[in-house]
């Protein structure tokens, strides 16, 4: 494998021109529009972990030898006076776990063709047209349950094949459009909106479920996306270049702190590409992060409705909790990390890889702890919150290493890395699923203890082999 020879020395430029105020800038405008783009993309995608919960028949899904070992219902009177509104179905929890999993076998197809596609021709387009696709579908989706389960998971399917796009294509934007120096600010800001998107749709799920019926889901969510979408057509560019309201001096700004970070070479270096460790340090970081990310992802809700006996209300707004504090450390931690390294000269290798570490170990340790608190309310929804908040930390460490290593490939080397990191979506709610088919804390607890033992082996790889400096074969020199 490939490594650059040069000391893991400040990448950054010295002799940057005065920088363009961020109020009001076009590059700033772009990362709130993101902002509000990765809001729908998660929204979209985590709706259906709280609309299963109310669209199976729990009854009917219960092991039928094995025994469930709960704790009291927390709401007795919820209990007693709620009843399931809408259609119910009497899927399994193997059918379960292949509904929630099946989003993600259409969602890493997609992931390389889109970051190659995103360089060659830009990014508005694909990430646009990708979430449009999700969109639509989602309005689909009442009326495709009604056809079976199988045309839920094929609908789930082609869904993840438009969002498989959006995270490579705004990767290549980024490339285009962010300063060196503001880059954990920038990319921080813009994809914090996948954590709120999570906040808000987990418990506004919940509430029109308890009050509409379960479709309603998907046709509120499924409608403010496709709103978007027609949004970031009419507002979004690829590149400062061809905005047509970006000031000359902030256009001149970030085309010159970009100056020397590009590759102007039409043939992308693929074989370099593959044998560079620093991208393997990413690979296995990512891959290890998504496994804890996406089992609470997906499965959360189910935990809370099944061991903890949350109702469909307290459930969404539990469930979201964790991503509200996780949203509010990676909007903060992206400040603190371009405040390191742009005013207190640490090197970027040093702050991608501390972050990194908080990111990652913090998280594992208080996984395992919730598996220890039984059925104590406070202490799970307190633990499980930690947990996740402290992986907000790894945004500003691995998640945005690529374009440190070489921004002229961002959008291609996060297609390659958020391929392999989704296949813990693929396979960790089928394995957790399989896991907790009797539905006891001891079988939750075998679940965090794997996620959190994949956690640490991760943030031990990217400390010893990740870099933070450009690599040879990512420039013309």
């Known amino acids: 494998m490939e490594e650059s020879g040069e000391e893991d020395e400040q990448p950054l430029l ?115 047209f990708g979430i449009l696709c999700t969109s639509v579908l989602t309005l689909l989706t009442p009326p495709a349950a009604e056809l079976g389960h199988n045309c839920i998971i094929v609908l789930r399917i082609i869904e993840g094949l438009g969002e498989g796009v959006t995270f490579p294509a705004m990767h290549a934007m980024w490339a285009e459009w ?62 400062p270049k061809t ?51 996406y089992t609470l992802l997906t499965l959360l809700p189910t935990y809370m409705e099944e061991i903890l006996q949350f109702d469909i209300k307290e459930n969404g707004f539990l469930s979201a909790l964790p991503y509200l504090f996780c949203w509010i450390v990676m909007i903060s931690t992206g400040l603190i990390a371009d405040y390191l390294i742009k005013k207190q000269n640490w090197t970027t290798s040093t702050v991608r890889k501390i972050f990194t570490f908080i990111g990652m170990i913090g998280p ?32 500003s460490g691995f998640n945005i290493n690529h374009l440190d290593i070489a921004p002229s490939y961002a959008g291609i080397l996060l297609g390659i890395t958020n391929t392999f990191a989704t296949i813990p979506g693929m396979v960790g709610p089928v394995i957790a699923k399989v896991l907790t088919y009797n539905h006891t804390l001891a079988e939750w607890r075998t679940v965090f203890y794997i996620a959190a033992c994949i956690d640490v082996f991760g943030a031990l790889f990217f400390v010893i082999f990740g870099k933070g400096t450009i690599q040879s074969w990512a420039t013309d020199h």
Request: with cysteine; proline share 3%; charged share 10%.
């Open 178 to 239: 962010a300063p060196p120096l503001e880059r954990s600010t920038l990319l921080s800001l813009s994809y914090a909106g996948a954590q709120l998107g999570t906040v808000v749709s987990l418990p506004l799920s919940g509430i029109i479920s308890y009050y509409l019926d379960w479709s309603y889901v998907f046709y509120i969510f499924g409608a403010l996306g496709v709103i978007w979408c027609l949004l970031w057509f009419w507002l979004a560019s690829d590149s």
């Open 243 to 293: 905005h047509r309201t970006i000031s000359k001096a902030e256009q001149d700004f970030i085309i010159y702190s970009l100056r020397g970070q590009c590759s102007s070479t039409k043939n992308v270096p693929w074989l370099s590409i593959w044998k560079s460790l620093p991208l393997w340090a990413i690979i296995v970081a990512h891959f290890c992060y998504n496994w804890t990310f």
């Open 364 to 395: 594992a340790i208080f996984l395992v702890a919730t598996g220890y608190i039984g059925c104590n309310y406070t202490a799970a929804v307190l633990f499980v919150t930690i947990s996740s908040a402290l992986g907000g930390f790894s945004m």
């Open 14 to 128: 010295s002799g940057e021109r005065r920088q363009v105020s961020a109020c009001c800038s076009a590059r700033y405008s772009l990362a709130i529009l993101a902002f509000c783009g990765f809001f729908m993309v998660y929204a979209l995608r985590v709706n259906l972990s709280v609309a299963l919960v109310e669209m199976v028949d729990v009854n009917g899904t219960l092991p039928k030898n094995g025994s469930v070992e709960a704790c009291p219902p927390h709401s007795n009177v919820t209990h007693q006076n709620y009843g399931k509104k809408g259609k119910v179905y009497n899927w399994d929890s193997n059918v379960q776990g292949w509904i929630l999993s099946a989003f993600f076998y259409g969602y890493i197809v997609t992931q390389i063709p889109g970051g190659y596609l995103a360089g060659k021709f830009g990014g508005k387009l694909l990430l646009g």
